[in-house]
């Protein structure tokens, strides 16, 4: 069975500081695909990124940074010099080939507070 | 873009009240599900619909229906609200299974059952 873990609760940091929310993952399958959201508090999931398991490659997305780590199951999500505006619950969800195809498996999100 | 929306942003209802959450997407898609999301446990899945008039039980079914007779519409039933089904319920939307986005969701609805 597939598994998501975020064994981060909640995060807190002071504007412009860097904030890494950590995401692991367990699946028997070779083809998968990793995504990350976020919850802002409208409620609404917003999709960020999503990668599949043959591309390790890290991506960077202006503020925004994953890294991908097969060896260690492993799909890290970095936002530099964070801001009032990021403050949003983030869940990282997993979608692997036969496990459960179409159906994500979501992490218990992680709640990033930005303080002024 | 796609849009997923739902009917209610806000409900309360009585415990054994027959509650019906309604979801509607815009874009023709294949694949609808109905999630609910509770602090420190995520987003569990309910039940989820690959098709018009199929269905199929998801991780945490029990006391929960659905019903979908249009393509577009994804109905979730509480047949007989309970306290412990106060939650916000997520409804998505997704093309196929490897969707690049994955899903796409509603704004949810946050139920109180009292």
């Known amino acids: 069975a597939q598994k998501v873990t975020q064994a981060q609760t909640e995060i807190s940091v002071v504007e412009k500081e860097d904030v890494t929310l950590d995401c692991v993952y367990e699946?028997?399958?070779?083809?998968?695909?990793l995504f990350w959201y976020k919850q802002p508090p409208s409620g609404e999931l917003v999709f960020l990124i999503r990668r599949n398991s043959f591309d390790e490659q890290n991506e960077i997305s202006g503020r925004y940074s994953w890294n991908f780590q097969k060896s260690t199951s492993s799909f890290n999500f970095t936002i530099t010099a964070s801001q009032v505006v990021d403050s949003a619950v983030y869940f990282c969800?997993?979608?692997?080939?036969?496990?459960?195809?179409?159906?994500?498996?979501f992490g218990a999100g992680t709640q990033v507070v930005v303080t002024p | 873009d796609v849009k997923v929306t739902q009917s209610s942003r806000y409900l309360v209802k009585r415990t054994g009240e027959k509650v019906f959450l309604e979801c509607v997407q815009d874009?023709?898609?294949?694949?609808m599900f109905w999630y609910r999301q509770d602090p420190g446990l995520g987003l569990r899945l309910i039940y989820f619909s690959y098709d018009v008039k199929m269905k199929e039980k998801g991780d945490i079914p029990e006391g929960y229906s659905v019903s979908r007779e249009k393509k577009e519409r994804f109905s979730l039933i509480l047949e007989s609200a309970s306290t412990n089904q106060t939650s916000m319920y997520l409804c998505a939307s997704s093309i196929n299974p490897t969707d690049y986005y994955g899903y796409t969701f509603g704004s949810g609805t946050r139920l109180t059952v009292v």
């Open positions: 874009m023709d898609h294949e694949n």
């Open positions: 699946t028997r399958d070779t083809t998968y695909y």
């Open positions: 969800a997993l979608n692997s080939n036969t496990d459960s195809w179409g159906k994500l498996q």
